[in-house]
């Protein structure tokens, strides 16, 4: 049972990466996947998440520092959900990690206490 990031990287400003995270092992459906973000000495924050349930249309968070740049979306058949990054700035630097939940989180999804399950991080570093 795993959450596996990848993708990250160095890139230069104004360039692009696509994250990935492979969720296998499990038997549940995780109804709630989001993407978080933390740097050295701050704590981690929500980039963008994803939930689904209760018959309403899926619920999308993304934070307000990325919107219009950063895309999440998920492939059911693979288990996969990944993170576009356009447009990547310097202050985008951090590490990167992946989460899921077996709760329909709806707009919680952007709260990271809120998941069971994590992946262990993928370094993205925006330098020129």
Do not use: H
């Not at 740049?69 to 996969?80: E, L, P």
């Not at 206490?113 to 991080?121: A, D, E, L, M």
């Amino acid at each position: 049972e795993q959450l596996v990031e990848s993708g990250g990287g160095l890139v230069q400003p104004g360039e692009s990466l696509r994250l990935s995270c492979v969720i296998s092992g499990f038997t549940v459906e995780f109804k709630s996947v989001g993407w978080f973000r933390q740097v050295p000495g701050k704590e981690r924050r929500a980039v963008s998440c994803l939930s689904r349930g209760g018959g309403a249309r899926e619920t999308r968070v993304t934070a307000d520092s990325v919107e219009g740049r950063f895309t999440i979306s998920r492939d059911d058949a693979t288990n996969t959900v990944y993170l576009d990054m356009n447009f990547l700035r310097r202050e985008d630097t951090a590490v990167y990690y992946c989460a899921a939940s077996i709760s329909s989180l709806r707009a919680a999804c952007a709260e990271s206490t809120k998941y069971n399950f994590w992946g262990r991080g993928t370094q993205v570093t925006v330098s020129s």
